[in-house]
């Protein structure tokens, strides 16, 4: 059978959804037994997501294969339950890197290089790529950006190519728009979407189908009024309404007919019975709704304006929770207005530090974590808290003057946290990070080993900077050990105080393989441990 694709659009303005309507299709087929992956497209001119500022664009998101992508990827691995490997985010930068690269060798032949053919045959070739290689029954790949943005038509037209190429019968076209309601009014407004599906057929793409968003439920006479004006048929127009959480869209989309929409289009014949697979996964969400009995977690850190910022650490707390019969609220503390008022972690039953970048806000963070120490709170630290976890052991425990990481304080006179040696030489920002799964040994007679139950993990890192060895020695004696290690010992990736009811960090982000139904297990512990608190 032909792979079939699914590519998704947005309109009016960003922010809408579409990441989350593509993952909730991607499950709904998922569900229906198809085999089926996610593609991102960003047209910014960026090489990929690693140098963007996580409160501008959300939280980076790092494969196992080392790429550093879109928070979308984060989305489609949590509904999928499967890893999506860097290949499936594609950037402007990328392709445009490609063609020239192919030009400058001469690989065209002496041809004037051009936006069409070229630059669209090359994006065409990714993602025929990725179908070819992974032999998928459906694939869908969102289109970020809105429509009219001029970044994002040479994307738009390879899209509309691949439609005619392979057929009707084989491409659906998924258009994410807006209904907004107005208070004074009192009604959903329909030209936003109208004006939206007039600048996608401009451009030569008839939507099949439309998302649209919207705060209650679509009434039936504005899906009447949408399909007149966008020429999309009634029962082809899906109300993208406000929900709770955003593992009920499957089940929303469902109610409505987009499964039956897809397959009839699609010429797929044959029921399937789903419903294992529907039970297995309502399982699942219904253990996401608790909202009582919730546990109290302050998150301090320095990119706490956007939740999107570290939406992977978040949800993993959620995951944690519902696996133990909880729900979570979490408080997010930025770390530079703490100004000494450390006091107001008493009121929380365990604080998590996520990771981060560069000199702002980290002796707050610090200050956090020595206060944790002190009052025995239960504590857990991501790479840059794991980082400032150790300084803070050094300052509090091992009295190093002014101890401190070269990443804040170059000519510190006790580097705890210092720069790895293959990173000395290193120039370019992008891409030079240690990044993808790393394999981790565990000591046997730790807390660490209780967590993961095996003395050996693959876990995805993301940084530059590492615990200097050298004062591992007078750590251990002053009570901290370094219970997992990588590189044949030579990097520190977890610490914890054994005395401590839960003091942890770990170099590497258990978060990004934290999945609903399948939490990351330091995670969980530390949730249930601070569920005693």
């Not at 950037?91 to 051009?114: F, H, M, N, P």
Request: hydrophobic letters at 35%.
């Amino acid at each position: 059978m032909q792979t079939k694709f699914i590519f998704v659009t947005g309109g009016v303005m960003s922010g809408l959804g579409k990441g989350i309507v593509s993952s909730s299709i991607s499950k709904l087929l998922q569900l229906s037994n198809q085999k089926v992956s996610c593609v991102k497209i960003d047209p910014y001119l960026n090489f990929d997501a690693g140098t963007m500022n996580p409160i501008m664009h959300g939280e980076v998101f790092v494969t196992e294969d080392g790429g550093e992508c879109d928070m979308d990827i984060g989305s489609y691995e949590r509904y999928l339950n499967q890893d999506i490997p860097k290949s499936h985010n594609i950037t402007t930068a990328q392709i445009y890197s490609s063609v020239i690269d192919a030009e400058r060798k001469g690989k065209y032949l002496g041809a004037c290089v051009q936006i069409i053919p070229h630059i669209t045959d090359e994006i065409k070739n990714r993602i025929r790529t990725i179908v070819n290689d992974e032999h998928l029954d459906v694939l869908i790949v969102e289109c970020g950006g809105t429509v009219g943005d001029i970044e994002s038509l040479p994307f738009l037209e390879a899209l509309r190519q691949i439609r005619l190429e392979d057929g009707p019968e084989n491409v659906i076209f998924v258009h994410v728009t807006l209904a907004p309601s107005l208070e004074v009014v009192g009604e959903q407004k329909t030209k936003p979407t109208q004006h939206s599906v007039q600048e996608l057929r401009r451009i030569g793409i008839q939507p099949d189908l439309l998302c649209v968003r919207c705060t209650m439920p679509l009434l039936e006479k504005t899906r009447k009024k949408i399909s007149l004006f966008t020429n999309v048929a009634v029962d082809d127009v899906f109300s993208c309404h406000d929900v709770k959480s955003i593992f009920i869209i499957p089940q929303m989309l469902y109610e409505q007919g987009l499964v039956d929409v897809i397959f009839k289009k699609f010429a797929k014949v044959g029921y399937v019975d789903t419903s294992k697979n529907w039970d297995n996964w309502n399982v699942i969400v219904n253990s996401l709704q608790k909202t009582d009995n919730a546990i109290k977690i302050a998150m301090v850190g320095k990119y706490v304006t956007l939740a999107d910022s570290y939406v992977s650490v978040n949800e993993a707390l959620k995951h944690a929770c519902a696996s133990i019969g909880r729900s979570v609220n979490i408080d997010w503390i930025d770390s530079e207005t703490l100004n000494g008022n450390l006091k107001q972690l008493d009121n929380f039953d365990g604080v998590l530090v996520p990771g981060g970048f560069g000199t702002r806000g980290s002796e707050g963070i610090i200050d956090t974590a020595i206060y944790s120490l002190e009052k025995n709170i239960p504590y857990l630290g991501i790479c840059f808290g794991f980082q400032l976890a150790a300084i803070a052991f050094g300052r509090k425990m091992c009295n190093l003057e002014n101890a401190n990481s070269t990443e804040i304080v170059a000519d510190t006179k006790n580097p705890v946290i210092d720069l790895l040696p293959e990173q000395k030489q290193e120039t370019d920002m992008g891409g030079s990070l240690r990044l993808g799964a790393n394999e981790i040994k565990i000591n046997q007679d730790s807390l660490a080993y209780k967590i993961y139950n095996t003395n050996k993990i693959f876990k995805r890192h993301r940084h530059r900077y590492e615990f200097n060895t050298k004062y591992r020695e007078e750590f251990l004696k002053k009570g901290m050990i370094f219970s997992g290690e990588s590189d044949d010992g030579k990097r520190m990736e977890i610490l914890e105080v054994p005395s401590h009811k839960f003091f942890l960090g770990v170099q590497f982000h258990p978060e990004f393989n934290s999945r609903p139904g399948f939490p990351e297990d330091v995670f969980k512990t530390f949730v249930t441990v601070a569920s005693q608190n």
